[in-house]
């Protein structure tokens, strides 16, 4: 499984969201901090995320070749105390307790024509795991005062506004990501919790990867300077 620089934008913004919400609490409570990455595939996010923010995390992925990469990943860091990865489907497993973060870079792929490639049919679409029931698994797993964090298809934006709706999700921040500032968005990254009474307002954000001159914008080099090492 390739690394997409999509993927790792979004587990910088994580990052750094993390980075802000931590600033407000200390470093026992930041180590008792539990993350959920669902589908973590070769377990980029969870390093990603891991690198910056001293907190526990699982990561759970349904394809054994992808799971079995993810562990030598993990183990080869300097993080692999604080990384658990699980080997399982979310829809069945059983999680020890609630997460205060779920993360996920979920099949993209739902309704388009698959390829020949079972393994990569898997990963993309949504023979292993469909949004509703990613959906489903957050609201099981997450705690009440927690959050989560998707990468979705822009192309996907009204269905999936629709489904956190009947799912009764609040979305806290909508960031649409462009190719370049010449391209119109293709992806979203989203940020939700479990809907209550005390809702505010949803915050509308975008990033370019690109400038009009094919040259990385600040806002891309600003959140992955600490993750690529030429930019």
Known sequence: MKVTTDGCLFGAFVSQELGSLFKRITADEI?????????????????LLAQKNKCHFDGIEIDPDACQQASENVAASPWAGSIKIISGDAREFAFPG??????????FYEKDLRGDEPKKNLALHNEGLA???LMNIIKKNLNPNGCFYLLLPYKRNEEIKKLLIEKELFVQQLTFIRQSVN?????????????????????????????????????????????????
Do not use: C, M, W
Request: proline share 5%; hydrophobic share 35%.
């Open 98 to 107: 609630k997460y205060d973060f779920i993360i996920s870079n979920p099949p």
């Open 131 to 133: 949004l509703p029931e």
């Open 31 to 47: 180590e008792a901090v539990k993350i959920l990455d669902i589908g973590t595939g070769t377990g980029l996010l969870t390093l």
């Open 183 to 231: 391209h119109d968005y293709f992806r979203i990254i989203l940020s939700g919790k479990l809907k209550t009474t005390l809702q505010t307002e949803t915050r509308i954000d975008e990033i370019s990867i690109k400038d009009g001159h094919d040259q990385y914008t600040p806002a891309f080099v600003s959140l992955l300077k600490d993750f690529y090492l030429h930019l």
